[in-house]
């Protein structure tokens, strides 16, 4: 250090850091007044960081790294606990992210969350400031020693299933899901050997039709409420009818026909029509000759132009009747169509909707019921291919008969409809040649690009709107389009009134969308459940043994099984072609849909331990297995198909099974048979239980 100055009254301390560059600070100036630079004003994020900084500062947190980039908010919060999280500070696009907490309580349980399950996230520590010391980015009082590094997993890699840390007990044995084959109403036997099917139905149309309506028929939904018209003073009942919506009156067994008062009638001016006979007060004013309608005007009208006013009357025979009434089968294309039923979600049968053909196609219903009326009943087993009367609640249809094998319950199709039942062989009738030969105008069409899917709540509401005699449709197809194999025309159909196809409505009811990994998932409660009726001699199907031991069997009941198979074809496109994400699990009790022998299936996640195989209950058989992150996937909305499977408990089994009890009870009870139980019993909660007479000897 050098000597000091003795004479310090030349020196001036702010010549240093005048000639000091380094020091030199410039500023905008405008005139004589210098004006400081202004700072820019902070951004709207930057401040909603800072209160929520603020907001937070006074609670412990923790600065993670995600070790999966699929870590979201919501995941954070269940893997931690809703009670324990204060709030989340999560960016995008970033693995480090922080998580406050109430308390050190907390904080604690955190730490033991991620020391039992660090494959997910773990502690980030980093180094700066300016002598490059090390600083946490914890808060003092998070300071912990650095965690032992794990290394990082990714989301498809398969580790070893944890079975010690479940609460809940897997199925111990690998069932196979049992599948209920769907048995063709008619094969190709029907039309061998010059049968009656073969000669009415020449083209094999109904070698390919399909009853999609096996749930309505046992109670699934209700099918039936009033209906007030304006137009009539008696209220109605409106059914929905295998495809097809009707109407029923409210005291239907009192309708009586009314007796033949043809004095009375003309004596209050009527006349009978002198095309149909009917009694009507319409008449030409040069020679009063009565008719009823444009379509019984049609068919006079050229003999009527040649007599009118010579005194002569008209003179109507058959062949004046076929040049006037439509033709059947398929109707123009760009022509008006009305829907009279559905047979399948991509089958629907139409009906001309022009004035003449509305007339004649009324005329043929009214002609079948007063023939049916007065004819006796089958006095036999009916024959595939027979065209019968088929009654049912005040109602008189032509029916053709498709199919025989059970004698107690007959398969039919309304040929004036095309809906597809199945009846008691006692509401059949005999039907003479002069009406199963009236003409029939109800045609299927195949809907172009709409899927063949089972029929779901969501979808059964869209079909039976669009059928009413006030709703029309135009319909359009190209002749190249037609299906050889099924035998029917592709075609679309719009409503004029909204401009909108209908085919792609239907497509969108049917086709499931998958939720976005944001969207919060669904509870079982969001289906409709469908058990056994509770009562004694019930045939069920067995779905899963699996918990046998714990006296516990999943069944379903014996007409609805091949429901849950029908339910696959859908499943089975969306597991495959429509949802996208590589990996997923939802929060406990909520529906998914997971893959398990190569088949996708709908289940409930019922717990989770952080080895990356959820447990799954699988909704449809009963068995739960431990299923691998990367063979889950979010459940659509659009599933609303019920639930067919129900848990039961065995009654009369003692408290704890042997090995070899197990067994034999397997045996007894095996995957996919068929038995009947002696009782279902119901209890106060809805639990439901079997009771089986040969049970307390195994």
């Not at 029309?472 to 075609?491: G, I, N, P, V, W």
């Not at 996640?605 to 952080?610: I, R």
Request: aromatic share 10%.
């Amino acid at each position: 250090m050098g000597q000091l100055p003795e004479d310090w009254s030349q020196w001036n301390p702010m010549v240093l850091d005048f000639n000091n560059e380094r020091l030199n600070n410039y500023a905008e100036e405008c005139g004589q007044n210098v004006v400081e630079k202004a700072r820019a004003p902070p951004k709207p994020t930057d401040m909603r960081k800072t209160e929520a900084g603020k907001a937070n500062a006074e609670y412990p947190y923790l600065v993670l790294r995600k070790k999966v980039s699929l870590v979201t908010k919501c995941a954070v919060l269940n893997f931690f606990g809703q009670s324990h999280v204060r709030s989340i500070d999560m960016q995008p696009r970033s693995d480090i992210f922080r998580v406050f907490f109430n308390d050190l309580g907390s904080l604690e349980a955190a730490y033991s969350q991620l020391d039992a399950f660090p494959q997910l996230m773990k502690l980030h520590r980093s180094r700066f400031g300016a002598e490059g010391k090390p600083q946490s980015m914890v808060s003092p009082v998070n300071a912990l020693a650095d965690p032992v590094k794990v290394p990082a997993i990714a989301p498809t890699a398969r580790g070893v299933i944890d079975l010690s840390s479940r609460t809940i007990h897997v199925s111990p044995s690998e069932n196979v899901h049992p599948e209920f084959l769907v048995v063709p109403i008619v094969d190709a036997t029907s039309y061998k050997g010059g049968s009656l099917l073969a000669i009415r139905d020449a083209e094999k149309r109904f070698l390919n039709v399909k009853f999609e309506y096996n749930l309505e028929r046992h109670g699934a939904y209700k099918l039936e409420k009033e209906y007030k018209d304006k137009s009539s003073t008696k209220p109605a009942i409106q059914q929905q009818r295998c495809g097809r919506k009707l109407y029923i009156e409210s005291h239907a067994d009192d309708v009586q026909v009314a007796e033949d008062d043809s004095e009375e009638l003309d004596m209050s001016g009527y006349e009978k029509c002198a095309v149909c006979s009917g009694y009507t007060s319409t008449v030409c004013k040069i020679c009063d000759m009565p008719f009823c309608d444009a379509f019984c005007w049609s068919i006079v009208s050229e003999q009527h132009d040649k007599k009118c006013g010579t005194a002569q009357k008209v003179d109507i025979n058959d062949e004046h009747f076929e040049k006037c009434i439509p033709k059947t089968g398929l109707p123009p294309k760009r022509t008006l169509v009305k829907i009279t039923a559905f047979e399948q979600s991509n089958v629907v049968y139409v009906r001309p909707a022009d004035t003449l053909s509305d007339v004649a196609y009324y005329r043929v219903l009214a002609e079948v019921w007063k023939h049916g009326q007065t004819v006796a009943k089958l006095d036999q087993l009916p024959v595939c291919g027979q065209i019968v009367i088929y009654k049912f609640e005040g109602h008189a249809v032509r029916a053709m008969v498709l199919n025989v094998d059970n004698p107690r319950d007959i398969c039919v199709v309304s040929i004036d409809y095309g809906s597809v039942e199945y009846t008691d062989p006692a509401n059949l009738y005999q039907c003479s040649s002069y009406v199963s030969d009236l003409p029939r105008y109800a045609t299927p069409v195949k809907l172009r690009g709409v899927p063949r899917r089972a029929i779901t709540p969501s979808l059964r509401e869209v079909m039976y709107g669009m059928q009413g005699d006030s709703i029309t449709f135009e319909l359009r197809y190209h002749k190249s389009e037609y299906d050889a194999d099924s035998h029917m025309q592709r075609a679309a159909l719009i409503y004029l009134e909204h401009n909108r196809s209908i085919n792609s409505l239907l497509k969108q009811v049917i086709t499931p969308i998958e939720p976005g990994m944001h969207e919060p998932g669904v509870n079982e409660d969001f289906l409709p459940h469908l058990p056994a009726p509770a009562g004694k001699n019930v045939d069920l199907i067995i779905t899963d043994n699996s918990f046998l031991k714990y006296g516990i069997i999943y069944c379903t009941p014996a007409k609805l099984a091949v429901e849950i198979t029908k339910m696959q074809r859908a499943f089975q496109d969306y597991g495959e072609n429509i949802a996208k994400s590589e990996t997923y699990a939802t929060a406990k009790g909520q529906l998914c849909m997971a893959k398990y022998m190569g088949k996708w299936n709908r289940g409930v996640l019922m717990e989770l331990v952080g080895d990356g195989y959820p447990s799954i209950l699988f909704l449809d058989y009963g068995n739960i297995v431990p299923i691998h992150v990367t063979d889950i996937r979010a459940y659509p909305p659009q599933f609303t198909h019920p639930v067919l499977t129900t848990e039961y408990v065995l009654l009369g089994l003692p408290e704890n099974l042997s090995d070899a009890q197990v067994q034999r009870l397997e045996t007894r009870l095996a995957l996919g048979a068929i038995v009947t139980c002696d009782e279902i019993v119901k209890n106060e909660n809805n639990n439901y239980s079997l009771r089986f007479e040969d049970l307390p000897k195994f």
